[in-house]
């Protein structure tokens, strides 16, 4: 059970917007900054979003994140197929950071 | 670049102990800490721990306590995170990755638990 919310499964065809939520609490999102990772199939995770909305070079402005109390939000616009990849939250909480489950999106 | 290059797979049984390196470059080394973060098959991510590079201080997850140790060696930029009394249930693929906040990741590497 992790103790970031996510919805498993998220899915849309090219070019949709799609959304992720993640739910947390006060003493992660709540008082924190909320990162998200995009993991291809096989590969290891990498930062796509940092500090609840800022985007490391190279990540393209398809994708954006936004915070509001003890959630936050990944959207992805002009979905493409490359897209497809699993999709992870997370935030510092007290001592330790904490991950959501992950939510796998597919293109359809 | 910042780039973290793990050792390989390892196989182990059960009750034995693992020792994975993470090489770090392209950064300054003890500018940053090291997060450790697992993967079991098909499941999702969990933070083991950190440490320090910069003075060797760890905060390691409750669940963890007493059965892991992270260190570091300065003079060649790398990080070492040790697990011991493995159980199958620690069957999983391990990364380092640069911290405060998580932002470069190692390649990952698969550790089996079987007897």
């Known amino acids: 059970q992790s103790v970031l919310t996510q919805p498993p499964s998220a899915s849309g065809t090219p070019g949709q917007r799609v959304t992720i939520s993640c739910s947390g609490s006060?003493?992660?999102?709540?008082?924190?900054?909320v990162y998200w990772y995009q993991q291809l199939p096989g590969t290891a995770p990498k930062l796509l979003i940092y500090?609840?909305?800022q985007r490391p070079s190279g990540v393209p402005d398809r994708f954006s994140g936004s915070k509001s109390g003890t959630s936050a939000s990944l959207a992805i616009s002009g979905l493409r197929s490359e897209d497809e990849a699993d999709y992870y939250c997370?935030?510092?909480?007290?001592?330790?950071?904490?991950f959501g489950g992950g939510t796998k999106l597919t293109v359809l | 670049q910042v780039q973290l290059v793990q050792s390989g797979a390892e196989v182990k049984k059960p009750g034995a102990s693992v020792k994975v390196s993470c090489k770090a470059s392209?950064?300054?080394?003890?500018?940053?800490?090291i997060s450790w973060v697992r993967q079991a098959p098909g499941q999702g991510l969990e933070w083991m721990g950190w440490?320090?590079?910069?003075?060797?201080?760890?905060n390691y997850a409750q669940k963890l306590q007493g059965r892991v140790t992270m260190t570091t060696d300065t003079s060649t930029s790398t990080a070492y995170m040790e697990l011991r009394s493995l159980r199958s249930d620690d069957t999983a693929v391990y990364y380092c990755?640069?911290?405060?906040?998580?932002?470069?990741w190692g390649q990952g590497t698969l550790v089996t638990v079987s007897s």
């Open positions: 997370a935030a510092w909480d007290d001592s330790h950071w904490v």
């Open positions: 006060s003493s992660n999102i709540g008082s924190n900054y």
């Open positions: 990755a640069r911290s405060v906040a998580i932002d470069y």
């Open positions: 440490i320090s590079a910069y003075n060797g201080n760890t």
């Open positions: 392209g950064y300054t080394f003890t500018s940053y800490g």
């Open positions: 500090r609840n909305n």
